[in-house]
């Protein structure tokens, strides 16, 4: 039976490949993001949206439930980054960063919780990232932004747990996207060459992990984060 996935940050990237592999696979996919993804299709719905701001997220889950009549699963996809030493980051970058890699998740999952509980398998799954468990210098504020995703992921799974509402986290081993283009190309290198396997990783890596995350089967997986690559 087809679902109706909610994608932020859809309209680039992992976000945008996700669309494209849940319309493909028959699902109805509602994308959002703060500019146009281009995608035309007859079961894609697009909102533009500012995760941080939580007035325009509830007003977009109003609409997504007169249009489509509810949610089956959302993907907390949207993210910044601001690759920094420590010393050399602005308050204001910090700030941005943590509001929409963490504060984002935080407003979209608390304005589906009620629409997602009508579905007979309701499924949150954010994006987190192997900078959490690598520890990567010039990362300290991007890093610290996704740790909170994932703590708020294994609370959420605890709280959610009475309305059946799985909530889990992907973090993507180095992929080639906007977000990472501003990296040198030897510092993503040499992290590929470090890991138990040693190979980029795909938008199709990603969308394997959250398949198994979305599918009925999958009902008693909850509270857990699984980084691509073979890092832990």
């Known amino acids: 039976m087809p679902s109706r996935i909610l994608i932020t940050g859809a309209s680039r990237g992992i976000g945008r490949s ?15 993001a703060r500019t146009p993804s281009g995608i035309t299709h007859e079961r894609f719905h697009e909102y533009a949206l500012d995760v941080n701001d939580p007035q325009a997220v509830r007003d977009v889950f109003r609409q997504v439930c007169a249009t489509v009549g509810g949610l089956d699963a959302i993907v907390n996809n949207a993210g910044i980054a601001n690759m920094n030493a420590i010393a050399l980051t602005p308050l204001a970058s910090a700030r941005a960063v943590m509001e929409t890699n ?19 398998s309701p499924r949150i799954v954010n994006v987190t990232s192997i900078a959490v468990p690598l520890r990567l210098q010039g990362e300290a504020v991007y890093a610290a932004s996704k740790s909170a995703v994932e703590t708020f992921t294994r609370i959420a799974a605890r709280e959610l747990a009475p309305f ?24 993503m290198q040499a992290l590929v060459d470090d890991q138990p396997i040693p190979r980029w990783a795909e938008a199709s890596d990603v969308a394997n992990v ?6 009925p089967q999958s009902s008693l997986v909850t509270g857990q984060v699984v980084y691509l690559g073979g890092w832990s």
């Not at 979209?108 to 919780?113: D, K, R, W």
């Open 18 to 32: 996700l669309v494209c592999h849940y319309l493909d696979r028959g699902d109805l996919v509602i994308g959002c």
């Open 164 to 187: 059946r509402i799985t909530c889990n986290a992907v973090g993507p081993s180095p992929i080639r996207t906007a977000l990472t283009a501003g990296v040198p190309e030897r510092t």
């Open 210 to 215: 959250i398949d198994f995350f979305l599918s």
């Open 102 to 120: 963490f504060l984002g998740t935080f407003v979209v999952s608390q304005a589906a919780i009620r629409v997602l509980r009508a579905s007979p």
